[in-house]
């Protein structure tokens, strides 16, 4: 267990309904990140926060995708219409943030998503 | 950030240590390298990273040529539970994202 938590652990939607995702990461990291992962892919990169700012997205990040910060702690990540091709694991990280620093990134256990 | 190349799978025998290499030719000066490995149908998770030195933790240790184009990850005594997908990721500076390629599948064997 890393200390980063995410829920739910499954997911399963039928195609078109809105999903949101929750990710809490270490206490105190500044930096929170998403990832997708395929099915046989390593993870991808998708969107990361420094505090409550959204600092980068992927063109992965369709404009279906939305992820927010709100008060810097935790994140929510939500798929609006749903279509199969975004079955996928989407997992969390978080490092501290520091400035100046190159730091780590720990994960959490993911949320499989299965898109019907 | 610098491009790694990993073999697709590699065998070890339990108890026995298992060196993974990594290729990254076009690691820059300030380019760290980052290793995590992936257990089936769970997160990544955070081995070891290094710039210029070895390094060594209580899960592996991790060689670094001097010119820096390529490292070994060495688990010392491989067990079952150490099966696993291990990704070698070249990063720069805080707040990058990481860039995960195909990784080594590696299969610990009784």
């Known amino acids: 267990d890393t200390g980063v938590s995410q829920d739910p652990r499954h997911k399963i939607t039928k195609r078109g309904q809105n999903v949101t995702f929750r990710c809490d990461p270490i206490?105190?990291?500044?930096?929170l990140y998403w990832y997708r992962q395929t099915l046989g892919q390593g993870p991808e990169f998708l969107t990361y926060?420094?505090?409550?700012?959204?600092?980068?997205k992927s063109r992965l990040l369709s404009d279906r995708f939305s992820a927010e910060r709100p008060k810097g702690s935790f994140s929510t990540l939500e798929i609006q219409r749903t279509e199969q091709g975004d079955s996928a694991m989407y997992l969390c990280?978080?490092?501290?943030?520091?400035?100046?620093?190159?730091?780590?990134?720990?994960f959490g256990p993911g949320t499989r998503l299965t898109v019907l | 950030d610098a491009k790694t190349t990993q073999p697709t799978s590699m065998d070890c025998a339990e108890g026995r240590a298992a060196n993974l290499p990594c290729n990254h030719s076009?690691?820059?000066?300030?380019?760290?390298v980052y290793w995590y490995r992936q257990i089936h149908s769970q997160g990544p998770q955070y081995i070891i990273h290094?710039?210029?030195n070895n390094e060594t933790n209580e899960m592996a240790s991790l060689i670094i040529t001097e010119d820096r184009k390529s490292s070994t990850l060495i688990l010392p005594h491989a067990t079952l539970r150490d099966t696993a997908v291990y990704y070698c990721?070249?990063?720069?500076?805080?707040?990058?994202?990481?860039?995960f390629g195909g990784g080594t599948r590696l299969m610990v064997k009784p």
């Open positions: 990280a978080s490092d501290p943030g520091l400035v100046g620093y190159t730091d780590t990134q720990y």
């Open positions: 206490s105190e990291h500044n930096r």
């Open positions: 926060f420094q505090n409550e700012a959204q600092l980068e």
């Open positions: 076009t690691i820059s000066g300030n380019e760290y």
């Open positions: 290094g710039l210029k």
């Open positions: 990721i070249a990063l720069m500076g805080a707040g990058n994202m990481l860039t």
